[in-house]
């Protein structure tokens, strides 16, 4: 199953039944908008783009990739070489990253189809196999391109402080029981997570 407007909508009218917090944000703020993102390989350029940068200077090289190619393929990538990805914004260490996955990409190695047929721990698994995409990379990329309905990207710091805000927790939960906590929103995570996203953008709290 995928996230769709129905789909999101009655997610978030199950969360709001579970759990009062949710049911007050939705009342108060609504729905967001279903952000989505294409499959392949421009999206998960450009979320090593967006790892451990502000928002604004990841729109930034975002929007220079784009530029030159969008959506961005990774053939397109190995013709310009590391110099012309780098001039872009990147660091060298995120130039390797993401010409080891074009070149991953092109020879058949790791194949985003092959992802899009499989369960969610198991196309975590294959992702990360891939150099400088961690797990919060691999979710990121089933919850907005694949628009899985059960992910929780608990290492987000923006659906931590999120969570903290809604709940008033004023200290930042170890991660285990951040994972614990979220048991009770199954199959519905990916709703909470951009219901939190959506709270936390609304009542303007930096991430």
């Not at 090289?61 to 013709?79: F, Q, Y």
């Not at 809604?166 to 909470?192: C, F, N, Q, T, Y």
Request: aromatic letters at 6%.
């Amino acid at each position: 199953m995928k996230i769709t407007k129905i789909t999101f909508a009655e997610g978030a009218r199950e969360l709001g039944r579970r759990d009062q917090d949710f049911a007050r944000l939705v009342r108060d703020i609504g729905l967001p908008g279903l952000r989505s993102r294409q499959t392949g390989y421009s999206t998960l350029l450009k979320i090593i783009c967006g790892q451990q940068v502000s928002t604004s200077a990841a729109r930034a090289i975002g929007g220079r990739l784009d530029a030159i190619e969008k959506p961005m393929r990774p053939e397109t990538v190995l013709k310009l070489g590391p110099d012309k990805i780098r001039a872009v914004g990147l660091s060298g260490q995120k130039v390797n990253y993401a010409m080891g996955i074009a070149e991953a990409v092109v020879s058949g190695e790791f194949s985003f189809r092959r992802v899009a047929r499989m369960a969610d721990e198991d196309a975590i698994e294959e992702m990360i196999k891939l150099k400088g995409i961690g797990r919060w990379s691999a979710e990121v990329y089933l919850l907005f391109a694949l628009r899985r309905p059960d992910l929780w990207p608990v290492d987000d710091l923006g659906v931590v402080k999120g969570l903290m805000h809604l709940k008033g927790i004023k200290e930042r939960p170890p991660r285990d029981e951040l994972v614990a906590m979220a048991e009770a929103w199954r199959p519905w995570r990916s709703v909470a997570a951009r219901l939190l996203w959506h709270h936390i953008n609304s009542v303007g709290v930096s991430r």
